[in-house]
T-cell receptor, first 116, second 111 residues
Framework: DGGITQSPKYLFRKEGQNVTLSCEQN?????MYWYRQDPGQGLRLIYY???????QKGDIAEGYSVSREKKESFPLTVTSAQKNPTAFYLC???????????????FGEGSRLTVL | GQNIDQPTEMTATEGAIVQINCTYQ??????LFWYQQHAGEAPTFLSY????GLEEKGRFSSFLSRSKGYSYLLLKELQMKDSASYLC????????????FGTGTRLLVSP
């Protein structure tokens, strides 16, 4: 079955440590996204990538880094520079087309990061 | 700036009808999405409106008025499994699919 796989589902980190969240999709989608979800706030865009080897900052990119070496993979690193990293992180993808078929975002199950 | 407003929480009874409103003020508009999200799970797509009017899909319908910056999601014949958060998201006119999300409306369906 096609879909988006995020891992790990739960992650605990000590302050000062970097952590990488995995996101893999087998939907053959061009575009991939990382969102952060906090209680009482809407999903906020961290980074996005429209094609392989290219990515752009979203609205809250500070303290995060990404790579897009393969079409299927878009890992997110939460660095020690991120001041408040405890959150639910969602990876998404879409065809990046102009019609409706390209617009719908498909989401992974999410990764919950807790900084101790 | 971009602003999307939804009620924080709503309650309804099984079998009833509920309407979840969403108002938006955004710089550019390229369609409006509704997603359903159960606690701790991924959001799943419900509907997409780009033109004014009502789109019906089974028990769920979504309405859009672009001139008023307003949309609603209508859920009929409510079931317990409809208890979830409902996210309104506006697609902006950018070179990529940028969605701006509201904070979501948590719907509690009681027996």
């Amino acid at each position: 079955d096609g879909g988006i796989t995020q891992s790990p589902k739960y992650l605990f980190r000590k302050e000062g440590q970097n952590v990488t969240l995995s996101c893999e999709q087998n939907l053959n989608h061009d575009a991939m996204y990382w969102y952060r979800q906090d209680p009482g706030q809407g999903l906020r865009l961290i980074y996005y990538s429209q094609i392989v080897n290219d990515f752009q900052k979203g609205d809250i990119a500070e303290g995060y880094s990404v790579s897009r070496e393969k079409k299927e993979s878009f890992p997110l690193t939460v660095t020690s520079a991120q001041k408040n990293p405890t959150a639910f992180y969602l990876c998404a993808s879409n065809l990046n087309g102009r019609g409706m078929g390209g617009r719908e975002l498909f989401f992974g199950e999410g990764s919950r990061l807790t900084v101790l | 700036g971009q602003n999307i407003d939804q009620p924080t929480e709503m309650t309804a009874t099984e079998g009833a009808i509920v309407q979840i409103n969403c108002t938006y003020q955004t710089s550019g508009f390229n369609g409006l999405f509704w997603y359903q999200q159960h606690a701790g799970e991924a959001p799943t797509f419900l509907s997409y409106n780009v033109l004014d009017g009502l789109e019906e899909k089974g028990r769920f319908s979504s309405f859009l008025s672009r001139s008023k910056g307003y949309s609603y999601l209508l859920l009929k014949e409510l079931q317990m499994k409809d208890s979830a958060s409902y996210l309104c998201a506006v697609s902006l006119n950018t070179g990529f699919q940028k969605l701006v999300f509201g904070t979501g409306t948590r719907l509690l369906v009681s027996p």
